[in-house]
């Protein structure tokens, strides 16, 4: 599944939608704490995670990862949105929780 | 690649905004050089941590980064309250960040045990009252 598939499937409220929306999603990570994410974040995957703040995207474009989606209805801050903006990253939200969020997804990858 | 290249950056005290700039701008220009993925991946964590505990522990300071063919090295050097007990500081897991910034997702202290584990060679020089420097290589394969 791609970035722009994951967004059409309606699935999730979309906060922004980034460039490169034609790559792969590779896998799903789910993770809160930024350290772990930055040395654990896979390649490709979907990021699913409930911090919305400046760091979390400075995470995902060095980690690679491909997309973020906000679980537990939380939204990124106003700084944030800002930049995922100005970055072109792709953001998405949900009120589930991370797990069935991430689930939802890998369930779909291929 | 044959000259060596340095690049500079001043980080700012307490800016949690633009904490991570000068690790994405040398990601940047390191896969643009056509550095090898693995090897920019180090130096991208390796500085990112650094860089956030100069903007976290140090009130900031300035981060030079060297590339040479066989070797890219980091130094970032911060006049901040300087590590007591540098061995303690390097457990993973000890962090005396305060509750806002966990807030923000960091203080796990993984910072420097994944500074020691992605670079190749790490020195960290410190005095209390006057500073810390923190000197990273990550090699490049020939
Ligand atoms: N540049 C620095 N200046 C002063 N203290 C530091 C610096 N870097 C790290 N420390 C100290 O070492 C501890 C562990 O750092 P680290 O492993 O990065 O964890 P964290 O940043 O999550 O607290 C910090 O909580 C802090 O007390
Ligand atoms: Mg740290």
Same mark, same amino acid.
């Given at each position: $599944? @791609? ?10 409220? /979309? ?12 896998? +799903? ?7 772990? *994410? ?15 703040? %400046? ?9 690679? !990862?491909?997309? %973020?989606?906000? #679980? ?7 700084? &944030? ?7 072109? %990253?792709? /953001? ?8 069935? *969020? ?9 | ?17 633009? #904490? ?19 090897? +920019?991946?180090?130096? *991208?964590?390796? $500085? ?5 505990? !100069?903007?976290?522990? *140090?009130?900031?300071? +300035? ?10 090295? $980091? ?10 007990? %540098? ?8 962090? @005396? #960040?305060?509750?806002? +910034? ?7 202290? $993984? ?26 290589? /990550?090699?490049?394969? &020939?």
């Amino acid at each position: $599944m @791609t970035v722009k598939e994951l967004i059409d499937s309606g699935k999730f409220e /979309v906060v922004n939608v980034g460039a490169a929306t034609d790559t792969k999603i590779t896998d +799903v990570f789910c993770c809160d704490l930024l350290s772990i *994410a930055m040395s654990r974040g896979i390649e490709g995957a979907a990021w699913v995670t409930v911090m919305g703040n %400046i760091n979390t995207l400075a995470v995902l474009s060095l980690t690679d !990862m491909s997309c %973020i989606v906000l #679980a537990e209805g939380t939204n990124l801050d106003q700084a &944030a949105k800002a930049k995922a903006i100005e970055q072109k %990253i792709t /953001v998405l939200r949900t009120d589930e929780p991370e797990f069935k *969020a991430g689930l939802y997804i890998h369930g779909k990858l291929g | 690649m044959s000259d060596t290249i340095t690049l500079k950056y001043d980080v700012s005290t307490d800016d949690f905004t633009r #904490a991570g700039e000068a690790s994405s701008d040398v990601k940047r220009k390191l896969k643009n050089m056509n550095v090898n993925p693995e090897a +920019v991946r180090k130096v *991208a964590i390796a $500085m990112y941590e650094g860089e956030i505990n !100069m903007v976290i522990h *140090a009130n900031g300071g +300035v981060i030079t980064v060297t590339i040479d063919p066989d070797c890219i090295t $980091m130094i970032l050097a911060d006049k901040g309250p300087g590590i007591p007990d %540098i061995a303690k500081a390097m457990q993973a897991g000890y962090s @005396t #960040a305060p509750d806002n +910034v966990r807030d923000l997702g960091f203080g796990a202290g $993984m910072g420097l045990p994944n500074m020691k584990k992605y670079s190749d060679d790490m020195k960290i020089e410190t005095e209390l009252g006057v500073g810390t420097t923190v000197t990273m290589k /990550v090699f490049l394969a &020939a």
